[in-house]
């Protein structure tokens, strides 16, 4: 008959994506039935009841299998997509959380407790790729950790993302000032020693005189934008 071969493939306990192919053996799942009619052997074939179980874990599952594509992408940048996925994930645990399945309730709430537990603590990756995504910037991660956290610490969270992104903004202008140093000594050694004293000046000032540089402020602005 020239139909296309359908192979079952195993779990691994480690990747959601790939419990998400048990969708493989629902769509052949009439084969099975055959097969134990014909083999006396098998004897562990699900009953109609399993398989609507089945179609409901995947419905679950679907949303996840999505995620992992998104996020394990290669031909893109995806640290800018971690914080909008994860988002999605929460409100898709929360719509099935009222399911009308019992076993469905108590399945998410346990993964809705191990996601809790995991995103309790500020992201600061995810965060700061999605502030340097330039369609979403700072809105997005206000609006973002006002799903993920407690009204008590969503601001204590804003700040640290801010901290660490002040921390990460001042790393790369020091290495451009080290750069734009290196290019000016090359034309005079007069220049050589004012660049030297400037990047001296600059790795010693505290965090209160580089907060107020225009530099600083500017991007401050930018990221704020809607």
Same mark, same amino acid.
């Given at each position: 008959m020239h139909l296309p071969v359908r192979k079952l493939i195993l779990d691994v306990k480690t990747r959601r994506n790939s419990t998400y192919l048990l969708n493989v053996a629902y769509n052949v799942k009439d084969a099975f039935s055959i097969y134990m009619e014909k083999d006396a052997s098998f004897v562990t074939c699900l009953t109609k009841e399993d398989w609507e179980k089945v179609k409901h874990i995947l419905e679950i599952l679907s949303p996840f299998y999505e995620a992992t594509q998104i996020i394990l992408g290669s031909d893109y940048p995806t640290s800018?997509? =971690? %914080?909008?996925?994860?988002?999605?994930? +929460?409100? @898709?645990?929360? *719509? =099935? #959380?009222?399911? @009308?399945?019992? =076993?469905? /309730? #108590? !399945? @998410?709430? +346990? !993964? *809705?407790e191990k996601f809790d537990k995991y995103w309790e603590e500020c992201n600061l990756v995810m965060s700061i790729g999605s502030i340097l995504d330039p369609r979403r910037k700072i809105i997005s991660l206000e609006f973002a950790f006002e799903s993920l956290y407690s009204t008590a610490i969503? #601001? +204590?969270?804003?700040? @640290?993302? /801010?901290? #660490? %992104?002040?921390?990460?903004f001042n790393e790369y202008k020091m290495l451009h000032d080290v750069e734009l140093s290196v290019q000016r000594s090359s034309s005079s050694s007069v220049h050589n020693v004012s660049s030297a004293s400037h990047i001296t000046s600059f790795s010693e000032a505290p965090n209160g005189q580089m907060r107020n540089s225009s530099t600083w402020s500017k991007f401050e602005s930018y990221v704020k934008e809607k």
């Amino acid at each position: 008959m020239h139909l296309p071969v359908r192979k079952l493939i195993l779990d691994v306990k480690t990747r959601r994506n790939s419990t998400y192919l048990l969708n493989v053996a629902y769509n052949v799942k009439d084969a099975f039935s055959i097969y134990m009619e014909k083999d006396a052997s098998f004897v562990t074939c699900l009953t109609k009841e399993d398989w609507e179980k089945v179609k409901h874990i995947l419905e679950i599952l679907s949303p996840f299998y999505e995620a992992t594509q998104i996020i394990l992408g290669s031909d893109y940048p995806t640290s800018n997509l =971690f %914080l909008i996925v994860v988002l999605n994930v +929460k409100g @898709v645990l929360e *719509q =099935f #959380s009222c399911h @009308v399945e019992a =076993f469905v /309730r #108590s !399945m @998410v709430s +346990k !993964m *809705q407790e191990k996601f809790d537990k995991y995103w309790e603590e500020c992201n600061l990756v995810m965060s700061i790729g999605s502030i340097l995504d330039p369609r979403r910037k700072i809105i997005s991660l206000e609006f973002a950790f006002e799903s993920l956290y407690s009204t008590a610490i969503v #601001s +204590k969270n804003i700040d @640290v993302v /801010r901290e #660490s %992104l002040h921390t990460v903004f001042n790393e790369y202008k020091m290495l451009h000032d080290v750069e734009l140093s290196v290019q000016r000594s090359s034309s005079s050694s007069v220049h050589n020693v004012s660049s030297a004293s400037h990047i001296t000046s600059f790795s010693e000032a505290p965090n209160g005189q580089m907060r107020n540089s225009s530099t600083w402020s500017k991007f401050e602005s930018y990221v704020k934008e809607k």
